[in-house]
């Protein structure tokens, strides 16, 4: 029988996944792919095949009961159905945190689970959830491997510099560090530049993941040599609900003087901030390029002044920019906002082609422009893929 292999990156409210068959080499070729979303409300479940065709579109009237453990059991049914034919062989899992430890893709057992779980309060909104999957698949296909693949462990070799605060050294020792997340993302990017352009792959590239969650990459080599994320998936950019960097000090103001005990700081920070907070109007890029109240235009003008400021910031650790790469959401398919970044880096040489971006095309730079700008998309869910092969040694049939 031939092997497929399934790809789950769970969130809070939604659970992404990809299908793939593998090749005799052991290469993951994409079946299908979608998410779960609404959990808790109104769960659906979309799909679609490789030859981009539906290959599910099932809503749960009354779902908002359904755990993410009987959504989970609803999708591994209709994913094996889909693969028929194919063993499952392997299930690879997106986890937020390695912390200190992990520093590849690792097999699941009890033990791994136990020092996983331990990780939790560093990435509290996304770690439990990546777990949760864990668990739920471990009881529903306990004879199927199942592996973590980690958005830290692409930043792993960064210089001290980058990794260190301010802070006592024995803080560091225990692991108070910038770890930088959004490292699936990173891995796939860093394998399609080298893919698409090999000449720029080896040079000095920031790659901007703007999505609900968004954080920039300097990439030297194909390598991470720096990052806007840190201890957590609160810095850095501004985010769809998060405040990305802020003053230390403004968390002992809120604490002290404001009333806020941690959880509503906790809150604050991560659900009611970013877009959303500076707006009041909402998280989503598209909602606030439809509105004309002043404060959408104020939310997303600040999104673009920080991101160019901190692609400018990075440039430093790696000594200057050869290029700039768009990915996620936002990044793939918001030209005006692609458009905003670049226009604050035409001092250090980025023009955009105005047709070419507004086409979403891959190369949108102008020719002539001495730093590239490209839209490569992202594909986390097959960079678990490639990742659990690897683990799982599944190179050979
Ligand atoms: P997540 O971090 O949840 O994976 P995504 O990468 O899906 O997030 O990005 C979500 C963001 O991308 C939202 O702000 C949304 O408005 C924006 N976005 C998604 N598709 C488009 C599009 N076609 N045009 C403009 N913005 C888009």
Redesign the pocket.
């Given at each position: 029988m031939t092997r497929g292999l399934v790809s789950l990156n769970a969130?809070s409210s939604?659970i992404?996944f990809g299908l793939y068959r593998l090749d005799p080499d052991g290469r993951p070729r994409h079946a299908a792919g979608g998410k779960i979303e609404g959990i808790g409300t109104a769960p659906h479940l979309a799909a679609k095949a490789d030859d981009g065709s539906l290959a599910v579109d099932r809503r749960w009237t009354d779902g908002a009961g359904l755990s993410h453990e009987e959504l989970l059991a609803e999708l591994i049914d209709w994913a094996v159905d889909h693969l028929k034919g194919h063993e499952v062989v392997g299930i690879g899992h997106r986890v937020v945190h390695g912390g200190r430890q992990f520093a590849a893709p690792v097999r699941i057992d009890e033990d791994v689970l136990t020092k996983l779980e331990s990780l939790s309060a560093l990435a509290p909104l996304h770690q439990p959830h990546n777990l949760a999957a864990i668990r739920a698949m471990a009881k529903l296909a306990p004879d199927v491997p199942q592996v973590a693949t980690f958005d830290t462990a692409f930043h792993r070799g960064r210089a001290d510099e980058t990794k260190r605060f301010a802070l006592p050294r024995a803080m560091y020792d225990r692991g108070i560090r910038r770890y930088g997340f959004h490292g699936l993302s990173y891995a796939w990017i860093a394998r399609e530049l080298a893919r698409v352009a090999p000449t720029l792959a080896a040079g000095r590239v920031v790659v901007a993941?703007?999505?609900?969650?968004?954080s920039l990459c300097a990439m030297h080599g194909g390598k991470s040599v720096d990052t806007t994320m840190g201890f957590t998936a609160l810095d850095g950019l501004v985010?769809?609900t998060r405040c990305g960097t802020l003053d230390a000090g403004l968390v002992l103001h809120l604490i002290r003087h404001e009333g806020m005990d941690p959880a509503d700081v906790e809150t604050l920070f991560y659900q009611r901030s970013g877009?959303l907070g500076v707006s009041g109007i909402s998280?989503?890029?598209?909602?606030?390029?439809e509105s004309d109240a002043p404060a959408a235009q104020e939310a997303i003008t600040l999104f673009t002044a920080r991101a160019a400021r901190e692609i400018a910031a990075l440039a430093t650790s790696m000594g200057g920019l050869d290029g700039v790469v768009f990915t996620?959401?936002?990044?793939?398919?918001?030209p005006v906002?692609r458009a905003m970044i670049a226009k604050r880096l035409e001092f250090i040489g980025l023009a955009i082609d105005e047709t070419a971006n507004a086409a979403n095309a891959r190369d949108i730079h102008a020719s002539g422009s001495r730093v590239a700008a490209m839209v490569i998309p992202?594909d986390?869910e097959r960079m678990i893929a490639f990742d659990t092969v690897t683990c799982l040694d599944l190179h050979e049939a």
């Amino acid at each position: 029988m031939t092997r497929g292999l399934v790809s789950l990156n769970a969130g809070s409210s939604s659970i992404k996944f990809g299908l793939y068959r593998l090749d005799p080499d052991g290469r993951p070729r994409h079946a299908a792919g979608g998410k779960i979303e609404g959990i808790g409300t109104a769960p659906h479940l979309a799909a679609k095949a490789d030859d981009g065709s539906l290959a599910v579109d099932r809503r749960w009237t009354d779902g908002a009961g359904l755990s993410h453990e009987e959504l989970l059991a609803e999708l591994i049914d209709w994913a094996v159905d889909h693969l028929k034919g194919h063993e499952v062989v392997g299930i690879g899992h997106r986890v937020v945190h390695g912390g200190r430890q992990f520093a590849a893709p690792v097999r699941i057992d009890e033990d791994v689970l136990t020092k996983l779980e331990s990780l939790s309060a560093l990435a509290p909104l996304h770690q439990p959830h990546n777990l949760a999957a864990i668990r739920a698949m471990a009881k529903l296909a306990p004879d199927v491997p199942q592996v973590a693949t980690f958005d830290t462990a692409f930043h792993r070799g960064r210089a001290d510099e980058t990794k260190r605060f301010a802070l006592p050294r024995a803080m560091y020792d225990r692991g108070i560090r910038r770890y930088g997340f959004h490292g699936l993302s990173y891995a796939w990017i860093a394998r399609e530049l080298a893919r698409v352009a090999p000449t720029l792959a080896a040079g000095r590239v920031v790659v901007a993941h703007l999505g609900n969650g968004a954080s920039l990459c300097a990439m030297h080599g194909g390598k991470s040599v720096d990052t806007t994320m840190g201890f957590t998936a609160l810095d850095g950019l501004v985010m769809g609900t998060r405040c990305g960097t802020l003053d230390a000090g403004l968390v002992l103001h809120l604490i002290r003087h404001e009333g806020m005990d941690p959880a509503d700081v906790e809150t604050l920070f991560y659900q009611r901030s970013g877009l959303l907070g500076v707006s009041g109007i909402s998280s989503d890029m598209r909602t606030l390029h439809e509105s004309d109240a002043p404060a959408a235009q104020e939310a997303i003008t600040l999104f673009t002044a920080r991101a160019a400021r901190e692609i400018a910031a990075l440039a430093t650790s790696m000594g200057g920019l050869d290029g700039v790469v768009f990915t996620a959401g936002i990044g793939e398919n918001d030209p005006v906002i692609r458009a905003m970044i670049a226009k604050r880096l035409e001092f250090i040489g980025l023009a955009i082609d105005e047709t070419a971006n507004a086409a979403n095309a891959r190369d949108i730079h102008a020719s002539g422009s001495r730093v590239a700008a490209m839209v490569i998309p992202t594909d986390e869910e097959r960079m678990i893929a490639f990742d659990t092969v690897t683990c799982l040694d599944l190179h050979e049939a």
